[in-house]
């Protein structure tokens, strides 16, 4: 069986009925699918929740990719899936990540997070992590003088 397939079963009974006949099977290995689970950090290696994705896919005979699905990173503090999103049930192709709105305070990021479901690849879970950069303000400070306000 080809890596990556999953395996199917079919029983045939050999006996004097079928003696001198020719008993065709067919059979079609089915292949595995693929999952990815992603963690989002921020510069100082913080978790962070609420970042919203988009998932772009492209089969092996296509030229272009397609949208796949919407994600969002989990954003319950006390929870597991705190600062990841999860896909699974992902066809062999290549894909990637963008993400589509950051969360509150933090930089839009315009970086293509790719991965390619194969054989090579579909027998585990595929792991990505990324980094926010957070919003950077500003302030301005006046100094005046205490006697006449200069």
Request: aromatic fraction near 10%.
């Amino acid at each position: 069986m080809p890596e990556g397939e999953n395996a199917t079963t079919e029983s045939v009974t050999l006996d004097a009925s079928t003696a001198n006949q020719m008993v065709e099977i067919g059979h079609t290995n089915e292949r595995q699918t693929g999952s990815v689970i992603m963690t989002k950090k921020d510069d100082t290696g913080q978790l962070v929740g609420g970042a919203e994705y988009e998932l772009y896919y492209k089969a092996a005979e296509e030229h272009r990719y397609t949208l796949y699905g919407s994600y969002i990173t989990g954003n319950k503090k006390n929870e597991d899936s705190y600062g990841e999103l999860s896909a699974d049930d992902l066809q062999w192709g290549d894909y990637y990540f963008i993400e589509s709105e950051a969360p509150k305070g933090y930089e839009l990021s315009n970086e293509k997070i790719a991965f390619t479901v194969d054989k090579d690849t579909v027998q585990n879970t595929i792991y990505l992590e990324t980094t926010d950069q957070r919003k950077k303000g500003s302030v301005k400070l006046i100094k005046t003088d205490k006697t006449n306000q200069n």
